[in-house]
């Protein structure tokens, strides 16, 4: 079994700031990816970041960067220069089998 | 290229009714899912699609639940005889295979709400 946990589930900073989301995980499985989704108030999903659990060095995509410690089976997210448009719902998921599961997400607001 | 596209919307329908809805996946990938996203449990898989292999059907929760892709393409997802626990914005993925190595694609949702 598969499970992700998100504790914070609100966070607010100020624009051109730093912010980091935390997400914990638990797996059984041997190789698996970890990822991070961004949902705007549209909906859709969109994926910001993965990591393949066998890499250690961590994934980065332009301002987005994570924090991936495999033993402690923590995947933090930390968003860099933070702008209005990444206000958002932000879920960490993990897929080891071919289903996703999904943590309970953190609301991001970007404040001007 | 085209996305992952999910028909209606939006639906608005009267307890007890039947409900199904559209997901289009992206061309040429063999694997699909369905997801829910509800208030009080977050994000969770319903069913899963690979080619022609039996779906994954592990996460239905209950037997008014069914789902049925057609000649590897399209799915549809019906919910007979609704409840309003039922209301959730229904999301579709596909991805190239269903090998976890491959990104999976979301659709924008379909808001279903049970009066």
């Known amino acids: 079994a598969q499970t992700v946990t998100q504790s914070q589930p609100e966070m607010s900073v100020q624009e051109a700031e730093t912010v980091t989301l935390s997400c914990t995980y638990d797996t059984s499985e041997n190789n698996y990816y970890l990822f991070w989704y961004k949902q705007p108030p549209s909906r859709q999903m969109i994926l910001v970041i993965r990591?393949?659990?066998?890499?250690?060095q961590n994934a980065t995509e332009n301002r987005f960067s994570v924090n991936f410690q495999k033993a402690a089976k923590s995947f933090s997210l930390k968003i860099s220069d933070s702008q209005l448009g990444d206000t958002a719902m932000y879920f960490c998921?993990?897929?080891?089998?071919?289903?996703?599961?999904f943590g309970q997400g953190t609301r991001l607001t970007i404040n001007p | 290229g085209a996305g992952v596209s999910q028909s209606p919307s939006n639906k608005v329908t009267e307890k007890g009714k039947d409900v199904e809805l559209r997901c289009d996946p992206i061309s040429g990938h063999t694997a699909l899912y369905w997801y829910r996203q509800s208030l009080g449990q977050g994000l969770e898989f319903l069913i899963y699609f690979q080619g022609n292999s039996a779906p994954d059907k592990s996460g239905l929760p209950s037997d008014r639940f069914s789902a049925e892709r057609t000649g590897g393409s399209v799915s549809t997802l019906t919910i007979q005889r609704t409840q309003q626990e039922d209301s959730a914005v229904y999301l579709c993925?596909?991805?190239?295979?269903?090998?976890?190595?491959?990104?999976?694609?979301f659709g924008p949702g379909t808001r279903l709400t049970v009066t």
């Open positions: 993925a596909s991805s190239e295979t269903g090998d976890y190595t491959y990104e999976q694609y």
């Open positions: 990591q393949e659990a066998y890499k250690q």
């Open positions: 998921a993990v897929q080891g089998a071919q289903k996703l599961v």
